[in-house]
């Protein structure tokens, strides 16, 4: 998970927009069939919800996250990632530009 680049992928060009352009990220689909979204969001607390089971790993900056269910929100920086179950939500919050790579299970 800590390449700093992957190759051999094709990119959909339309962009992922939320929250009034809060979170922009692409989606890049892998020769193996995955898909991976990379984006950046900005300083803002936000709430998202998953259809499928996803790990975030940060590239870049720093986020809390709390997850569905916790009272907790664990900080995360640049190298480290978490994990995201299925049919859930969490929370995440902000204070400069985060840039993560998605990876969908």
């Not at 640049?78 to 939500?89: K, L, T």
């Amino acid at each position: 998970m800590s390449s700093s680049q992957f190759d051999n992928v094709s990119v959909v060009k339309q962009a992922n927009i939320y929250f009034d352009g809060r979170c922009v990220s692409h989606t890049v689909l892998l020769a193996d069939g995955s898909r991976k979204t990379i984006g950046v969001i900005m300083p803002s607390s936000l709430t998202f919800t998953t259809s499928a089971p996803e790990v975030m790993e940060c590239v870049a900056g720093s986020c809390r996250v709390r997850l569905n269910g916790k009272e907790q929100w664990t900080t995360y920086a640049a190298g480290q990632s978490f994990a995201v179950p299925g049919d859930a939500s969490f929370d995440i919050a902000c204070d400069d530009a985060f840039h993560y790579v998605c990876h969908f299970e």
